[in-house]
Structure formats: structure tokens, C-alpha cells
């Protein structure tokens, strides 16, 4: 394949993937997020679950220098403006913004990625709910409240615990998968192996990139 066709079949990539993002950036209606599959957890991990749930920090990032800083300010000034037609409220758009990166570095998750997949699965919307009962901005299901958490799924809307359930569950996934983001993606999804779920949120993530993420 010469360099034309190869930047032509790029280019073509890029259309599709973006195409598949936007399914979830423009949804108006229910959330169309997949089914997380409750499965036996050891007691040693569910455990550790339960841990990360119950920690109740506060979202609130903590620097070692002054450029760490500054890097944020600039990642959250701009994910601001982008975000602004999703939040047109600033307080409320900066909370979440300073929740995501607070809980997605919590986990060691990249903070790119979980902001596809919210666009992906709630189209940044709070009080989203699947067809399959999946709840808020990370599309939980509720017996995710009752086998790691406090039993309460109502808990699902509020949005630190859904952002850190979100951010904890994928974590184990990617742990189960050795690391492997595509299965993990898909296994949140409730579709793993099937490449349609990763490559939406792969899309989606590229409209979050920065240098400072």
C-alpha cells in the first residue's frame, strides 16, 4: 500500500471512530450503556472493593510542585470550555471536572480515557438510566451498591460515588485483564471481546486530549 492510500485508509479510521464517539456525545434519550455482569468476587477482592468505595476523601487534587499545578489549572480551563454545552453551569462544571481527575488518578486510570467513556455511556448526563437499569454518569448497575458498597442503589446518583464506583470497578476490570484496556472496556460494557464498545470509547476520548492530562 503506498503512503496516499495508507494516510486515505487513516484518515477513514479516524471518521468511523469519531462517528461511533459522537453516538453518545449527541443521545437524547436513555442511556445506552451495557450490562456489567455480577460475578463471584473473591472475599480478598471484594473486600479491597469495598475499601476504595468507603475511603470518603474528598475530591480534592493535592500537588507536589507548582508546575503539577499549573498543568491541572490548564487541563481543567480547557476541559471547561469544552464541556460547556454538555454543563453550561460553571460550578457545576468544575466539580465534576475536579471529581473525574480527583477519582480517575485515585484508581490509576487516564483521566482521557474515563471521559470517553462518560461521553459514551451517560452523554455527561447526572441522572442517566440504561435499558438495562444502569445508573448516572459511569452507568452502575445497582448490584454494584450491594456487593461492594452500602446497599443503598439511590447513592448511584450522586456524583463522587458514581464517578468512584465507575473508576474502581474499572480498575478491577483492567486488573482481571492484565492490563489489557480493550477486554476491560468491553468487559464494563458487559461486551467483551466484541470491539464496538472500546472503539466508541477510544473515539469519544479523542475530544478530551491534552497535553496536561
Request: glycine share 8%; proline share 5%; charged share 20%.
Amino acid at each position: 500500500m503506498d503512503a496516499e492510500a495508507s494516510g486515505t485508509s487513516r484518515r477513514l479510521w479516524l471518521l468511523r471512530g469519531a462517528a461511533l464517539g459522537a453516538a453518545g456525545w449527541l443521545t437524547a434519550g436513555p442511556a445506552q450503556a451495557g450490562r456489567q455482569a455480577e460475578e463471584p468476587l473473591a472475599d480478598s477482592v471484594r473486600s479491597a472493593l469495598s475499601s476504595a468505595i468507603a475511603n470518603s476523601a474528598p475530591p480534592v487534587p493535592e500537588f507536589f510542585d507548582i508546575n503539577q499545578r499549573l498543568a491541572y489549572l490548564r487541563w481543567l480551563g480547557t476541559m471547561s470550555e469544552r464541556l460547556k454545552k454538555k454543563k453550561p453551569d460553571f460550578q457545576t462544571r468544575i466539580e465534576f471536572l475536579q471529581t473525574v481527575w480527583y477519582e480517575s488518578r485515585r484508581a490509576g486510570l487516564d483521566t482521557t480515557m474515563v471521559m470517553g467513556l462518560i461521553q459514551v455511556e451517560s452523554a455527561f448526563r447526572k441522572f442517566a438510566i440504561s435499558r438495562v437499569g444502569a445508573r448516572g454518569y459511569m452507568q452502575i448497575m445497582p448490584f454494584w451498591s450491594r456487593v461492594i458498597g452500602d446497599g443503598d442503589p439511590t447513592r448511584l446518583f450522586h456524583m463522587q460515588t458514581n464517578i468512584r464506583f465507575g473508576c474502581v470497578i474499572l480498575r478491577h476490570y483492567l486488573d482481571r485483564e492484565r492490563g489489557n484496556t480493550h477486554l476491560a472496556l468491553g468487559r464494563y460494557n458487559g461486551s467483551r471481546g466484541q470491539p464496538q464498545y472500546p472503539n466508541a470509547v477510544y473515539a469519544a476520548a479523542k475530544n478530551w486530549v491534552h497535553q496536561d492530562a
